[in-house]
């Protein structure tokens, strides 16, 4: 089964994106903040990451940084999910190694969809 | 040594020392080039031929006063870093080239006094290159163990050399028509030889203190049996005070007036943070140069003892004799790389001189003016080579037709003194704003009069061997009048006494008719300039020393004809980014002609350019209280832009917050609508989850936008407060009805501290809003059903003060300000947001602000956040 790792701080992006990546057949991890991300990435190794980027204490870009930085993570697939999206926001998250970058408010059926054309 | 292969040599050592010149004008923008260390040892060109052989020979003739030609230097660098920061600063914003352009600026645009700058500064100078030549001749007669001097020009490689040097500056010194752009290749050329001439004159000086010798006690020993030597080593009472004093203000001078040290110190400079290596490298350098001059002057003296040797040669004597050719060829070398550095550095400055502040502005502007831009630069340029050419062929000439068998120093000496002339209206113009371009004039004529009469006069007399009649007797036989003696002063020798008579004439001269002739508007705007320049920073930028009406066009036109068309629009065009200014605009206003008027100075010279520009316009007279009224408005203005630009700033920033803030709930209602839309197999119970929570996140967008409308209608004043007088423990009741509900349902206890009741005069709704927006964070931050909310109300300084108390986790330090400011989320939020719009405390502030109340939070003891507004009794 693929993993996923959702990061967020709000309950009810969390909730909806955990429905529906389960109904997909994902085994589904949850974060609220930068370092349980670290945290759960690190021991469950997720196939992909759904990031958001403003987050208290460890924010997405430096969960970002954290992971390339590290051998054994920097191979995990990274969308982020922001609501900053300046063109300048978006360079510097892809700068950074991100996959792909969708702005909020997003669709779910096309996250499914560059969720599932990243991990093929 | 066959002259044949030191003439190899120097021909490998010129190469070297081109090569190095153009790496560094083609690699201009490297580290290599730009530092601190390369700007610092160009100073160095201040240590010539003279520092090399001169020195030590005036420390055999006379001791320890040689030290004097340091000392000045290391005792008023130190204070560069005030003193010498004003200049750049001022020469930087005006663009200005040469000393003579300096003068003539401070002085408003004084054509006269450029040109005569520029005189003084020829005279003083071509007689010192010349020495220069003569040093390189000597020795190289000296090495190559020629006797007879050669007659004719076309057997003195001497001329070769010149020539091959003027070809040099002429080439690297006009890469740029503007002379105030930096000559990097030259610069960096400069530097590498005070490496070289530091280090084979340390190899000397060890060789001699510690080969010939056995050390400096052994020297001192046998030098001590020399006759006259006690006399030497001590300054000689109080005459010899005088004389050290003013020969160590002369070097003092010199060190920043020499038209050489002018260019690498101020024109040639990159940074100004380079000073703050400079104070203390310098002198180090200076230092470093001058440790074994005395020993090899004490040594050449023991060992030339009785014999016929000019003491001025010994450095390079103390080798020979003693057979090591290798070492003599490496004195030679670095006399030569000392020479060259300062014919070079000294041409350049002089040729920028001659042609900005003498040959453009007395022969060529009608000529200009006219012109196309390609020829007006190259015939600027070929005025400056024609003009380095004519100096160096003129020096050369000098020293051949001239019989100068005086020693280095003096000859030096002499032209400390004529550039000391310089001093008054230089020092004066930056410190006192009363000094007017006619003081400056008569002084600098006076003075160099005198210096003709006192030094020059007597010094060709003596040289050439005439009647001395004069030097002996005084003019007409006036004993008063005799040039070493000038009203019976006999205290000073002849250098020291013909600065301090110069130099007192010239200053009284100067300050005399300076106060009793006032300058006109122009030069006193710009002494205002000069000597307040840290508060007229802005003036230098955009200057407003004009008014009057011109034609952008017209301005246009002057400016392209030495720009080309297409440099010109790109200066313009930056020129009105920069201010603001609106390019349709036909008119120019006086940023634009002062601007242009700078643009201009580096070609062909301060005046020059105010002529030219001046065709084009009409001026009008502007008095000092005029420019500093327009001074004052433009910083009233820029100060408010920086304020409105701020004020941008924060709005852009909650502008992005606000959207944030907004698309949060928006995602998950979007999110969850779609999934509810799309999937048909979502079971009862979820689907009610999903729809409460998009119900929930509905209601938090609008209470956002509420909260933000609500803000923005406090901040603005727009909201109009419903002031009565009420009761503040029925507001406070009221708010506790309202939040109570929350409070059980936490589990907190929630509870009011009596006081007294009192009425005061304020808005209900607005109060209550901020009491129950206090309670509900209080009961936000409690710990679930141990939480404890007491709100107390109290008279205080004739204020009413309500506090609402909890016994949560407290504030973080940190935190206790910027609570109140809009959106601020703690750093050290736990992991959950609180819910709330962020705006809460923010609103509150408003509200108490606007009924001239106070709010502020702070932590109690042992647990708990206490947060306070006061109420006075009495709004406004």
Known sequence: MRKILIVDDEPNIVMSLEYIFKKENFEVFIARDGTEAIEIAENNIPDIILLDIMMPNVDGYQVLKYLKGDENLSKIKVIFLSAKNKASDIELGLQLGADKYMSKPFSVKKLVKEVKELIK | ?876
């Open chain 2, 1 to 876: 040594m066959s002259s044949f292969l030191v003439i190899f040599i120097i021909i490998i050592y010129l190469s070297v020392i081109f090569y190095v010149a153009y790496w560094a004008e083609k690699n201009s923008k490297s580290k290599w080039v730009n530092n601190p260390y390369v700007y610092t040892l160009s100073l160095a060109v201040y240590c010539t031929a003279w520092t090399y052989y001169g020195s030590v020979g005036l420390a055999a003739t006379s001791g320890l006063k040689f030290l004097t030609i340091y000392l000045g230097p290391v005792i008023i660098i130190p204070a560069w870093i005030i003193l010498m920061r004003k200049i750049l600063k001022i020469s930087k914003a005006n663009k200005i080239s040469s000393l003579a352009d300096f003068i003539s600026l401070r002085y408003g645009n004084s054509r006269f006094l450029g040109a005569l700058v520029t005189i003084v500064c020829v005279l003083a100078i071509v007689p010192y290159i010349s020495l220069q030549l003569k040093a390189i001749s000597e020795t190289f007669n000296v090495i190559t163990d020629h006797k007879t001097i050669t007659n004719s020009i076309v057997n003195d490689t001497t001329f070769y050399i010149a020539i091959l040097l003027a070809i040099f500056a002429a080439f690297f010194g006009t890469q740029h028509t503007d002379a105030s752009e930096r000559h990097k290749g030259i610069i960096t050329a400069v530097a590498l030889e005070s490496i070289i001439k530091l280090v084979f004159f340390l190899i000397i000086g060890i060789y001699v203190t510690f080969y010939l010798f056995n050390g400096p006690s052994d020297i001192y020993n046998q030098a001590s049996f020399l006759p006259n030597f006690k006399s030497q080593q001590t300054i000689n009472g109080l005459e010899g005070g005088f004389n050290w004093f003013f020969l160590t203000m002369l070097s003092m001078i010199a060190i920043m007036l020499l038209p050489r040290q002018f260019q690498v110190t101020v024109v040639e400079n990159e940074r100004e943070k380079y000073l703050k290596k400079v104070i203390w490298l310098f002198p180090l350098y200076l230092l470093l140069f001058n440790v074994f001059v005395i020993f090899i002057a004490w040594g050449g003296n023991i060992v030339f003892q009785n014999k016929n040797v000019d003491a001025d040669l010994f450095t390079l004597m103390l080798p020979l004799v003693n057979g090591h050719e290798l070492l003599a060829l490496i004195v030679f070398l670095g006399g030569f790389s000392a020479a060259i550095s300062m014919v070079v550095i000294s041409t350049l400055a002089l040729s920028t001189m001659l042609s900005n502040n003498l040959i453009i502005p007395y022969g060529f502007l009608t000529k200009y003016s006219k012109g196309k831009s390609s020829e007006n630069t190259e015939s600027i340029k070929n005025i400056r080579r024609v003009a380095i050419f004519t100096l160096i062929i003129l020096a050369y000439f000098f020293y051949r037709s001239f019989t100068l068998n005086r020693s280095l120093v003096s000859i030096g000496l002499i032209s400390f003194v004529i550039i000391a002339q310089l001093a008054p209206s230089f020092f004066g113009g930056l410190f006192w704003r009363r000094a007017s371009s006619k003081g400056a004039k008569y002084g600098i004529i006076i003075g160099f009069l005198i210096t003709v009469y006192t030094l020059i006069i007597p010094f060709t007399v003596e040289s050439q061997l005439l009647s001395t009649s004069i030097v002996n007797n005084g003019l007409f036989g006036l004993k008063f009048l005799k040039p070493y003696e000038l009203f019976g002063l006999q205290l000073f020798e002849p250098v020291p006494h013909a600065f301090f008579w110069s130099l007192f004439f010239n200053i009284l001269v100067y300050v005399i008719i300076s106060v009793i002739i006032v300058g006109n508007y122009r030069e006193r705007n710009f002494a205002e300039m000069f000597v307040d320049s840290a508060k007229y920073a802005e003036l230098h930028e955009n200057a407003y020393v004009w008014k009057g009406e011109a034609y952008v066009s017209d301005i246009k036109q002057v400016l392209s004809r030495f720009l080309g068309e297409e440099r010109t629009e790109r200066a313009l065009n930056l020129f009105y980014m920069k201010n603001g200014i609106n390019v349709e605009n036909p008119i120019a206003d006086a940023r634009l002609v002062n601007f242009s008027e700078k643009l201009l100075t580096g070609s062909i010279g301060s005046a020059s350019s105010r002529i030219l520009i001046s065709t084009v316009v009409k001026e009008e007279e502007i008095t000092l209280s005029e420019v500093l009224n327009i001074l004052d408005e433009t910083k009233k203005t820029k100060q408010s832009n920086v304020l409105l630009k701020e004020r941008d700033k924060q709005k852009d920033e909650f502008l992005d917050t606000v959207a944030h803030e907004l698309k949060t709930p928006i995602t998950s209602i979007r999110a969850l609508s779609e999934i509810l839309l799309e999937d048909d197999e979502v079971d009862k119970e979820t689907k009610n989850k999903f729809l409460s929570s998009i119900v929930t996140e509905s209601e938090r967008i609008s209470r956002l936008i509420n909260n933000i409308l609500d803000l923005e209608k406090l901040e603005t004043g727009k909201e109009q407060l419903d002031l009565k007088e009420n009761s503040i423990e029925n507001t406070i009741r009221k708010s506790m009805d309202a939040t109570k509900q929350i409070a059980d349902n936490k589990g907190v206890k929630l509870s009011f501290n009596g006081g007294i009741d009192s009425l005061l005069i304020y808005d209900e709704d607005r109060i209550e809003q901020v009491i129950i927006n206090l309670l509900s964070n209080a009961i936000k931050f409690s710990k679930e059903n141990y939480g404890e909310v007491i709100i107390s109300a109290a008279l205080k300084n004739n204020k009413g003060e309500v506090s609402v108390v909890d016994n949560g986790k407290g504030i973080d330090p940190n935190d206790l300000v910027s609570i109140f400011d809009k959106f601020y989320q703690s750093k050290n939020q736990t992991i959950l947001k609180p819910v709330g719009s962020g705006l809460g405390l923010a609103i509150s502030k408003q509200i108490i602000k606007s009924h001239n109340g106070e709010i502020w939070a702070e932590n109690i003891i042992p647990q708990g956040a206490k947060l306070t507004f006061t109420l006075p009794f009495k709004l406004i």
